[in-house]
């Protein structure tokens, strides 16, 4: 069954660095989307991508975080100067249609030091 | 905009026993509702969904969810759990229109032997 892939699975970084995550959706998914859970926390949406353009962010997603599809498989979240605060699971999903299924990622776990 | 409640962060319960794990979820306009179920160290599993039809809908391993929409509820139930069933649930919601999933704080189900 297809599944959707990331990695690193645990990237530990000091403040103030750029980070990329990478993410590789299912290959027939036109939608892409990147969420994360800080630890004890709900699971929070942070931006969705179609047609190599964003669609839609959260007010979390600010000028530190950008979206790119590289290539015609990966998709990568940068965070270009890294906050104690960004610690967290970082998951990526994609679905096939605007109101098909998403299907995640096992995340990134994002370490901030 | 959307928004979920799970008001149980854990749920004790003897194995072979039912369990309930309640969801409720407010929105202006209409919805599909899904579970998700989080394995350790691993991703966002769908567990099943509501998108229109049957209110109630069920998933291979047993577990069924009612839409009430008069409740604005979307519990989930099974009639007898195995150990193999503890992990965290998380109840989620998504404008019809719209892309965005958003997440309950999630119910850690906790079978004990």
């Known amino acids: 069954e297809p599944e959707v892939t990331q990695t690193p699975s645990h990237q530990v970084t000091q403040m103030g660095q750029e980070v990329i995550l990478r993410c590789v959706p299912i290959?027939?998914?036109?939608?892409f989307y990147w969420y994360r859970q800080i630890l004890g926390q709900k699971v929070e949406f942070l931006v969705s991508f179609y047609n190599n353009e964003i669609s839609e962010k959260s007010e979390i997603f600010d000028d530190q975080f950008s979206v790119e599809r590289p290539d015609g498989s990966n998709f990568t979240l940068k965070i270009r100067s890294t906050k104690l605060e960004d610690s967290a699971m970082y998951f990526c999903a994609s679905s096939a249609g605007l109101t098909d299924t998403q299907y995640f990622g096992p995340g990134t776990r994002l370490t901030v030091l | 905009a959307q928004s979920v409640t799970q008001l149980d962060s854990q749920v004790p319960v003897f194995e072979e026993a039912p369990v309930e794990l309640r969801c409720n979820y407010s929105?202006?306009?209409?919805?599909?509702l899904f579970w998700y179920v989080q394995y350790p160290n691993q991703g966002l599993q769908l567990l099943l969904k509501?998108?229109?039809?049957?209110?109630l809908v069920e998933s291979i391993n047993g577990f069924e969810a009612e839409f009430n929409k008069s409740q604005t509820s979307f519990h989930l139930r099974k009639p007898s759990v195995h150990i193999s069933d503890t992990d965290e649930y998380f109840c989620a919601v998504r404008g019809s229109s719209g892309d965005k999933l958003t997440f309950g704080t999630g119910t850690r189900l906790a079978v004990r032997p």
């Open positions: 290959s027939n998914h036109l939608y």
């Open positions: 509501y998108l229109s039809g049957s209110t």
């Open positions: 929105s202006s306009v209409s919805v599909y």
